[in-house]
C-alpha cells in the first residue's frame, strides 16, 4: 500500500472511507480514471481533518456522479453543467464533489469560462493555488501516485498560498477572496510574487468584475469557517468587504455577534449538516447591528436564491416552533430537553442559544451539549448490543435506554463516619522558681 494511500485513510472518517470505496468501485466499473484532488489533498498534506472528498475524471463526471447517486443512495444537490461537476450528499451526511478532468479559458475577467476536456495533468496546471493543484491517483494500475506539476506540496510545507498563474486574479477575480479566506483558515502566508500580483489586480479594479451571485456563494462558504469574524476582519483590511455590503465596511458593530456565534458553533458535533446549518445564524450575527433596509437589501444585492435568504431571514420565525417548548415548565426531565433538542433544526437551536434571553432556554440548551449529548455518546456498543427487541420496537427501545441513562439520579454516597474527637491537651506542670 502507498504511504500516502495509507495516511488518506487514516485522514478520512469511517464513512468517508466507505465513501471513497463506493466511487472508487463506480470509476472501476466505467473503466474511468479517478483522482482526488483539490481542497481533500491539501487538508490531508497539511495534516488537517479533511471536510469534503473532491474527485476529478478524465470522462463523464456527471454521468458518473448519477451512478454513485444511484448505488450508494447519495443524493445530487447540485450540478454545474458548465464545468460537468457535482455535490453529492450520501446518507451518512459525508459530503463529495465529482467533477471532469478541464481546462477553462476566460474571455473576459470575471466572465464565464469556456471549458473542455482536458488531461489531469492539465487540470492541475489550471487551478488557482499550487497547494489545490495537487492529485492523488486512485486507479488501479497506478494507485497511490501523487501528482504535484508545480510542487505545491513545498508550498504547503512551507505554509505559503502561491498563485498558480500570474493572470489567474485577472482571469477570475473571485481567487482574490479565496485568497483572504484560505490564508485566515489555514494560517498561511501569501507568497512575495503572489501579493505583487495582487496588487497589480487590486489597482486594475479587477474584483469590481466578480459577479453578485459568486460574492453570494462565498459569503456562505465563509458561515462554514470556524474563524468566520477574522475573515470578515482580513476581508474589511482588505477593502473587500465592501464588495459584499457597502454598510457592513463601515463599521466593526459585527465583531462581539460574530465571535458569540463562533463559540456557540463549536458546541455543535463538527459534521457536514451542522457546518451547513450555521449559515441561517452567521448572517443574523453578521447583520445584527445593520439597518432593517440593508438587511432585507443584502439578499438581492448578491443575488440569493429564495431558499437560501429564507435560511436567515425567516430564521426567528422559525425558532419560535422550538422557542416554546424549550421554554416550558413541563420539559423536566434531561431526557424531554435531549429529545426535543436531538430532534430540532440545527440552525434553529444555534439560533437560540444566540438571540433568546430567556435563562432556562440558554440553561437547557447548554446542559444538552455538555451533559446530555455526551453521556449518549459515551455509550459503548457493548450497552447499545443488550437491547433485546423486535426491529419494529428497536427506535423505541433505544429512546428508552436513553431516557433511563439521563434521568436516573447518582447513587447517593454513604454518609460519612463522625471522625473520632481530637485526644485532650496534657497538663503543662508550672515550673518551680527558685
Known amino acids: 500500500m502507498s504511504d500516502y494511500i495509507y495516511m488518506l485513510e487514516s485522514h478520512l472518517s469511517p464513512d468517508q472511507n466507505q465513501v471513497l470505496g463506493e466511487v472508487m468501485a463506480a470509476a472501476a466499473q466505467a473503466n474511468v480514471n479517478l483522482f482526488l484532488t483539490g481542497g481533500a489533498m491539501r487538508d490531508m498534506l497539511a495534516g488537517l481533518r479533511i471536510r469534503d472528498l473532491d474527485f476529478v475524471v478524465e470522462g463523464a463526471a456527471l454521468k ?4 454513485v447517486a444511484q448505488h450508494a443512495g447519495a443524493t445530487i444537490v447540485s450540478a454545474d453543467e458548465n464545468r460537468k461537476s457535482a455535490e453529492l450528499i450520501f446518507r451518512s451526511g459525508a459530503t463529495a464533489q465529482i467533477a471532469m478532468s478541464r481546462q477553462e479559458r476566460y474571455p473576459r475577467g470575471g466572465g464565464k469560462p469556456q471549458v473542455s476536456p482536458a488531461t489531469i495533468q492539465e487540470d492541475l496546471r489550471g487551478r488557482d493555488f499550487t497547494c489545490n493543484a495537487i492529485a492523488l491517483s486512485l486507479n488501479k494500475t497506478s494507485r497511490g501516485l501523487l501528482l504535484d506539476p508545480l510542487n505545491g506540496l513545498a508550498d504547503i510545507e512551507r505554509r505559503e498560498l502561491r498563485a498558480v498563474s500570474a493572470y489567474g486574479f485577472y482571469d ?3 481567487r482574490l477572496l479565496r485568497l483572504v479566506r484560505l490564508s485566515v483558515r489555514l494560517g498561511f502566508t501569501i507568497e512575495e510574487r503572489t501579493a505583487m500580483q495582487v496588487a497589480n489586480a487590486r489597482e ?10 459568486t460574492l453570494g456563494a462565498e459569503l456562505k462558504l465563509i458561515g462554514t469557517e470556524d474563524n468566520v469574524a477574522g475573515i470578515i476582519d482580513a476581508l474589511a483590511q482588505a477593502d473587500l468587504l465592501a464588495l459584499f455590503s457597502p454598510a457592513l465596511a463601515a463599521g466593526h458593530a459585527y465583531r462581539a455577534g460574530l465571535a458569540r456565534f463562533e463559540k456557540i458553533a463549536r458546541m455543535l458535533p463538527d459534521e457536514p449538516q451542522t457546518r451547513a446549518a450555521r449559515f441561517g445564524p452567521f448572517m443574523y450575527a453578521l447583520t445584527e447591528h445593520a439597518g432593517a433596509r440593508e438587511r432585507l437589501a443584502l439578499p438581492k444585492r448578491l443575488e440569493m436564491s429564495r431558499g437560501t435568504a429564507n435560511q436567515w431571514l425567516q430564521l426567528e420565525a ?9 421554554r416550558s415548565v413541563r420539559i423536566r426531565k434531561p431526557s424531554q430537553v435531549y429529545q426535543l433538542v436531538s430532534a430540532a433544526p440545527p440552525d434553529q437551536v444555534m439560533f437560540l442559544m444566540y438571540a433568546s434571553p430567556v435563562k432556562p432556554v ?5 446542559a444538552y451539549f455538555q451533559k446530555y449529548l455526551p453521556a449518549v455518546q459515551e455509550i459503548t456498543p457493548e450497552e447499545w448490543a443488550t437491547l433485546d427487541a423486535k426491529p419494529s420496537r428497536q427506535h423505541k427501545a433505544r429512546e428508552e435506554f436513553i431516557a433511563n441513562r ?3 439520579r447518582p447513587p447517593r454516597k454513604p454518609p460519612a463516619e463522625p471522625l473520632p474527637p481530637p485526644p ?4 503543662v506542670m508550672a515550673r ?3
Open 64 to 67: 458518473l456522479a448519477k451512478v
Open 172 to 174: 477570475d477575480p473571485t
Open 204 to 213: 486594475a479594479e479587477v474584483e469590481k468584475a466578480i459577479p453578485a451571485r
Open 318 to 326: 422559525r425558532s419560535r416552533k422550538l422557542l416554546a417548548p424549550l
Open 362 to 366: 440558554q440553561d437547557r440548551l447548554r
Open 406 to 408: 439521563l434521568d436516573r
Open 424 to 427: 485532650a491537651p496534657e497538663p
Open 432 to 434: 518551680r522558681t527558685r
